[in-house]
Structures are given as C-alpha cells and as structure tokens.
C-alpha cells in the first residue's frame, strides 16, 4: 500500500505526458465556447449569413485558440516544480472557464444578455430568494455539459493524453516558442475586438466580455459631466395645504406590466380595463420607467426622486433615502397608510423599503390566506389575494384620509399562473402567458376600482395606474427587464384617475417622477422643498427631456424628446436613434441619417444625469 502511495505521489509531483494531456484538456473548452456561441446565433440571428456568423465567432475562436496557447507556452516556459503548478492551474483554470461558458450560455438563452460580476453577485446576494426559479431555469442539456465538462477536464486527459503525446514527434523549439507568443498576443487582441455594427456583449466570448465589463463601467460616466450635486433637502420637503377636503390616494404598480401600446397584434384585447380608463384618465402621451428594475421604479414612483443607481438594493437600508416619500408627506398631514404586495416580503428586502418610504403598515403575500387562490409565479399568488386584506384595512380607515399602495406580481418571470385557464391571445406559448398575466393584472385593477365603489369611496380617491417597467421577449434579442432599454422593456401604462376632473392627454414623454408631484397637486397640497422634483402632469409645465437607465452601470441608457429617442449602448455597438411616432417598435433605426450633435447633446444629458444622481446619493449618505 506504502509503494502504491508512493508510486501515486510521485505520479502526482512529476506528471507524465503533460504535452498529450494538455491539448486533451483544453482544446474540448475552446471548441465548447464556439457551438454554444453558434446555438445561440442559430437561436437570436436565425438569418444571419456567413460573414455575420463568422464575425460573431470571431471572438470565441480566437479566445479558444488564446487559452490553448497560453498554457501550452506557460508551461513550455517553465520546467521542474514550477511546471507542474502550471500544469494543474491549467486544469482548475479550464474547469472554471468551462462552467462559466455553459452557465452564461443558459443565462444568455433566457435573457439575451451576458453573465456578468454584478449579475452573479446579485443572484448570490439574492440565493434565499431566487433558488426556486433559478432551479426551475436550469434545463436537462445544461446539466449534461456541466458534468461533462468536469468529467472531460478531470478524466480525459489522463486516459486520452497519452495517446496524443505519442503522436507528437517532437518538442517544439525556440522559434516556434516565439511565434506561439506572437499569436498569443494577436489572437488575445481579436478576441477583444467585434464589428461596430454587432453587439458586444453578445460577440465578445464569455471570459472575455466577463473581463471587460469592469473596464467598461469604469469608464462610463465622465465625472467632469457633473455641474454640481444636486441639492436633496428632505428635511426642508413638506405640503401645504391647500384645499381643506383632502381624498385618498391609491397608487398601483403593476409588476413587469408594458404598455399596450408595445404589444404585438393579439386576437383580442389584452387590457380591456385599463383601455377603458385612458380617456378618463390624466395620462402622458407615452410614460416610462426611470429604471426597470422594481425596488428602483417603487421608489421613483413614491419617492419623486431618482433612485439609487445601484444593484445592491441599498434603498433598503435605514437613512438611505434623500427624500420625504408619499406615505411620510401624509402621514403629516393626518393620513393613514398601508402597502400590500401579492409577493413575498423577503425578496429585495421589501419591508425595510417599505418602511423607508414613510408607510405605516406592510402586508406581504406571507400574511394573507392563500385558501382558494391560485400561484402565480414563484414570488407569490394571483393579486385578487390582496382584496380581502385591503377591504378590511379599508374599513378601519374610511372615515379618515389614507393612502394605499399596492404592487402586484402576477406579471413577473416565470408567468406560472398554475391552475388559470389560459386565454389565446397569440400563437408563442411563452409571449401568451405573459400576456395572460397582465390580463389578471388589468383584471384586478378592475377589481379594485369596483370596491372603492361599493364602499362609497370611489369619487373621493385618486387612483394612480401604473407600471414599475416593462418585459422583453426577445424584439431586440433581450428578454426579460433590467436592462432592456427599447420601449418593451421602460414604457409603461402610467394613468392618473381623479373621478372629480376630465381625463387629459399630455404631450410627449413622461416618467415615473412625476407621480408625487402630481398626486399632492391632485389631493388639494402644494409641495414646498429646496430638492428640484418633476412638475405635475397637470401644471402645463414641460416635462424636458426624459432619461432612462439600465440597472447594470454602463450598459445603456435612453433618453426621450417628443417623439425622437436616442439609445446610447457605451460603445458596446453604435448608438440608435428612434422616431416613436411613426415606428412604436423601434424597428427602423435613424441613428445613421441623425444629427450628430444632437446625438452628442442627448448623450450628454442621460450621463450627467446619472452623475449627478450619483453624487447627490454619495453627498447625502456622507461620501460613501
């Protein structure tokens, strides 16, 4: 036994056939990173020639080629000890960037997008949370290839190493040692490079674009942009009264819920409720999300102020805020508040944020009976869930003032609706449970609307409508929201319903900003502060020009004017220019035939905008 530990040990220290087991081992992980690139060609460019495939390889065929020839020079470079540590590293090394390329791969079928640090850091932030869904993601062919790949790197080479070493003929000598660090450095530079025209997210291989982004958000946002930090005076923000009969407010955000009007072609109305409302309703022309991502659009619609731009959730944390919220504003002023969410409390840590936007009391789907009520995703149940909770808080407070806040779920990732008879709205089973789910939603908008009406309370109650972000099912090869910057992704229904008033049409573009200004207009306040909030929809005053951003930091970001909307993508590819009045889809981009210095001023405008938003968060927490 001593001799075969021996034998082992020795083994060990001092592999044999490294040249034969080394190509065994990596030349399986390069030519993996090149079929999962071309799958995922075939899935999102089904019509992609020859020279587009090819440029879109580029990238992985190089980078394969690059790790190849890395470790065969490292370790051509190196002998005795040190070799060996070379050897093995290859090995851990490979088997990393192995999983990696199998994991962003799935990731990257679902969602149209990379993986990167700040994705993997936010799923493992977020592990209590997302385990469910993410297991439910995982698909029987991805499984296969992670085993494959440590089975391959493990077992492999030294059952097929051998053989191969025996087919070489020869060491290679020192000009071919130079010639090999040569193209080591050319083909590392052409796995950094993708065509203007082409994404590079998309183009760049996984390790590669993992590599980048760090680089890229560094540089994103010049700090020379930034004028000065804007002043957030919570402490100075108030109302004042200015009618003395004051009405409730409701305000509903509907999880992942799209404007209509971004929708295909169905074979029936899918938001027949809210289709209803629009002419009574104090809309804008289009509106939109400030940032998709829910915990951010929660806290720009109830805050009036931009959210932190970040992916750690910190508007969860005690004193993050630079604003007095709705709920506090009113609370000043005599009124009882409440939120209710047909979603688990726990994610994003909801009722910490909850409780920084001023409102008394929080009741998560965790608190409510779920007997007779059907799931809706893993995040929670059917929104109608929520009636029995909100009557009976109702009750106790009609006789005073009061503010509800609701967000529903129902729309959000994975559309489950487990149990709901399915209406045919469109022939892609994925798109049409979707647009099941922000049926319900409108559905239970319905619902809402006609309680406050058998409790009397109908006319007495303003109701804001609206989205927290949209969805993408793949119209610009993105799927889902964080960062889906065209108008499937950050335009919104945004209706402001005061039973007392007409409906009106505003003019151009709005975001959620304007919510709290034009919401203590409508309820009889005057907002006094030294913080800039938007002006209220119904003030007459122009809303300028309107930002949106992607949760990733230097990703992208939009801005809107009238009916023109400029894409900035940060040189991941050329920036796109849309006329929303004549091309809702954004199908015809104008980026080409633009005025280059218009372009220059939008871009401009969208990252000072974010510089300065993220000096005045750095100002107010005390230069964090």
Same mark, same amino acid.
């Given at each position: 036994?001593?001799?075969?530990?021996?034998?082992?040990?020795?083994?060990?220290?001092?592999?044999?056939?490294?040249?034969?087991?080394?190509?065994?081992?990596? *030349?399986?992980?390069?030519?993996?990173?090149?079929?999962?690139?071309?799958? &995922? *060609?075939?899935?999102?460019?089904?019509?992609?020639?020859?020279?587009?495939?090819?440029?879109?390889?580029? $990238?992985?065929?190089?980078?394969?080629?690059?790790?190849?020839?890395?470790?065969?020079?490292?370790?051509?470079?190196?002998?005795?000890?040190?070799?060996?540590?070379?050897?093995?590293?290859?090995?851990?090394?490979?088997?990393?960037?192995?999983?990696?390329?199998?994991?962003?791969?799935?990731?990257?079928?679902?969602?149209?997008?990379?993986?990167?640090?700040?994705?993997? $850091?936010?799923?493992?932030?977020?592990?209590?949370?997302?385990?469910?869904?993410?297991?439910?993601?995982? $698909?029987? +062919?991805?499984?296969?290839?992670?085993?494959?790949?440590?089975?391959?790197?493990?077992?492999?080479?030294?059952?097929?190493?051998?053989?191969?070493?025996?087919?070489?003929?020869?060491?290679?000598? &020192?000009?071919?040692?130079?010639?090999?660090?040569?193209?080591?450095?050319?083909?590392?530079?052409? $796995?950094?490079?993708?065509?203007?025209?082409?994404?590079?997210?998309?183009?760049?291989?996984?390790?590669?674009?993992?590599?980048?982004?760090?680089?890229?958000?560094?540089?994103?946002?010049?700090?020379?942009?930034?004028?000065?930090?804007?002043?957030?005076?919570?402490?100075?923000?108030?109302?004042?009264?200015?009618?003395?009969?004051?009405?409730?407010?409701?305000?509903?955000?509907?999880?992942?819920?799209?404007?209509?009007?971004?929708?295909?072609?169905?074979?029936?109305?899918?938001?027949?409720?809210?289709?209803?409302?629009?002419?009574?309703?104090?809309?804008?022309? &289009?509106?939109?999300?400030?940032?998709?991502?829910?915990?951010?659009?929660?806290?720009?619609?109830?805050?009036?102020?931009?959210?932190?731009?970040?992916?750690?959730?910190?508007?969860?944390?005690?004193?993050?805020?630079?604003?007095?919220?709705?709920?506090?504003?009113?609370?000043?002023?005599?009124?009882?508040?409440?939120?209710?969410?047909?979603?688990?409390?726990?994610?994003?840590?909801?009722?910490?944020?909850?409780?920084?936007?001023?409102?008394?009391?929080?009741?998560?789907?965790?608190?409510?009976? +779920?007997?007779?009520?059907?799931?809706?995703?893993?995040?929670?149940?059917?929104?109608?869930?929520?009636?029995?909770?909100?009557?009976?808080?109702?009750?106790?407070?009609?006789?005073?003032?009061?503010?509800?806040?609701?967000?529903?779920?129902?729309?959000?990732?994975? #559309?489950?609706?487990?149990?709901?008879?399915?209406?045919?709205?469109?022939?892609?089973?994925?798109?049409?449970?979707?647009?099941?789910?922000?049926?319900?939603?409108?559905?239970?908008?319905?619902?809402?609307?006609?309680?406050?009406?058998?409790?009397?309370?109908?006319?007495?109650?303003?109701?804001?409508?609206?989205?927290?972000?949209?969805?993408?099912?793949?119209?610009?090869?993105? #799927?889902?929201?964080?960062?889906?910057?065209?108008?499937?992704?950050?335009?919104?229904?945004?209706?402001?319903?005061?039973? +007392?008033?007409?409906?009106?049409?505003?003019?151009?573009?709005?975001?959620?900003?304007?919510?709290?200004?034009?919401?203590?207009?409508?309820?009889?306040?005057?907002?006094?502060?030294?913080?800039?909030?938007?002006?209220?929809?119904?003030?007459?005053?122009?809303?300028?020009?309107?930002?949106?951003?992607?949760?990733?930091?230097?990703?992208?970001?939009?801005?809107?004017?009238?009916?023109?909307?400029?894409?900035?993508?940060?040189?991941?590819?050329?920036?796109?220019?849309?006329?929303? +009045?004549?091309?809702?889809?954004?199908?015809?981009?104008?980026?080409?035939?633009?005025?280059?210095?218009?372009?220059?001023?939008? &871009?401009?405008?969208?990252?000072?905008?974010?510089?300065?938003?993220?000096?005045?968060?750095?100002?107010?927490?005390?230069?964090?």
């Amino acid at each position: 036994m001593t001799a075969v530990r021996l034998k082992f040990t020795q083994s060990f220290l001092n592999p044999r056939h490294v040249w034969g087991r080394l190509l065994v081992l990596l *030349i399986p992980v390069a030519v993996l990173g090149v079929w999962l690139k071309a799958l &995922r *060609i075939g899935s999102f460019f089904p019509d992609a020639g020859i020279a587009e495939t090819l440029t879109k390889l580029l $990238s992985d065929v190089s980078f394969g080629a690059a790790w190849v020839l890395l470790w065969l020079l490292v370790c051509w470079l190196t002998s005795g000890a040190a070799r060996t540590v070379a050897f093995y590293l290859a090995h851990m090394a490979t088997l990393v960037v192995g999983i990696f390329t199998v994991v962003n791969h799935e990731f990257a079928i679902r969602t149209g997008k990379p993986l990167t640090w700040e994705e993997m $850091s936010y799923a493992w932030r977020q592990q209590g949370q997302l385990s469910s869904l993410l297991g439910s993601q995982v $698909s029987n +062919s991805a499984i296969a290839l992670l085993i494959g790949v440590v089975l391959g790197t493990l077992l492999l080479p030294p059952i097929l190493g051998p053989q191969v070493s025996r087919l070489l003929n020869r060491r290679p000598g &020192r000009r071919i040692k130079l010639v090999a660090a040569a193209a080591l450095a050319g083909l590392i530079a052409l $796995s950094s490079w993708s065509a203007p025209t082409v994404s590079a997210a998309f183009a760049l291989a996984a390790p590669v674009q993992l590599a980048v982004t760090p680089v890229r958000e560094a540089m994103a946002y010049p700090a020379s942009l930034a004028e000065a930090s804007p002043v957030l005076t919570p402490e100075t923000t108030k109302l004042v009264e200015r009618d003395a009969e004051h009405k409730n407010l409701v305000v509903i955000t509907l999880e992942s819920h799209r404007a209509t009007s971004t929708l295909p072609e169905t074979k029936q109305p899918v938001t027949p409720v809210m289709d209803a409302l629009a002419d009574s309703a104090i809309r804008p022309e &289009r509106g939109y999300s400030v940032l998709p991502h829910t915990s951010k659009a929660l806290t720009a619609v109830t805050c009036g102020v931009v959210p932190p731009l970040d992916s750690e959730n910190t508007e969860a944390e005690p004193g993050s805020l630079p604003a007095k919220c709705l709920p506090e504003l009113l609370t000043e002023q005599g009124y009882s508040t409440a939120f209710f969410q047909s979603a688990t409390e726990h994610f994003e840590r909801r009722r910490a944020t909850v409780a920084n936007f001023g409102y008394q009391r929080f009741t998560p789907v965790d608190e409510m009976s +779920s007997a007779g009520f059907r799931r809706a995703n893993y995040f929670g149940y059917e929104d109608d869930i929520m009636l029995g909770p909100q009557r009976e808080w109702i009750s106790e407070h009609m006789d005073e003032p009061f503010m509800m806040g609701v967000l529903t779920v129902t729309g959000h990732h994975d #559309y489950a609706l487990e149990g709901f008879d399915l209406i045919d709205f469109v022939d892609d089973p994925l798109l049409n449970k979707y647009l099941n789910a922000i049926h319900c939603q409108d559905q239970y908008v319905g619902h809402v609307l006609e309680m406050f009406k058998e409790l009397g309370l109908y006319d007495n109650t303003v109701f804001v409508i609206t989205g927290d972000h949209g969805e993408g099912f793949g119209e610009h090869t993105v #799927y889902q929201h964080d960062n889906t910057i065209h108008d499937e992704g950050i335009r919104i229904p945004y209706l402001i319903v005061d039973p +007392s008033r007409d409906g009106e049409l505003i003019d151009g573009p709005a975001n959620q900003l304007a919510v709290l200004p034009t919401a203590v207009d409508l309820l009889g306040f005057n907002l006094v502060s030294d913080t800039a909030y938007q002006p209220s929809l119904t003030s007459g005053e122009d809303q300028g020009p309107v930002v949106a951003t992607c949760l990733a930091r230097g990703r992208c970001t939009a801005t809107m004017v009238g009916d023109m909307k400029l894409i900035h993508n940060f040189g991941d590819r050329r920036d796109e220019v849309y006329n929303l +009045s004549v091309d809702p889809y954004e199908t015809n981009d104008l980026a080409a035939d633009a005025d280059a210095s218009w372009m220059a001023e939008q &871009r401009d405008i969208a990252l000072k905008w974010y510089v300065e938003a993220e000096l005045a968060y750095a100002d107010y927490r005390g230069g964090e």
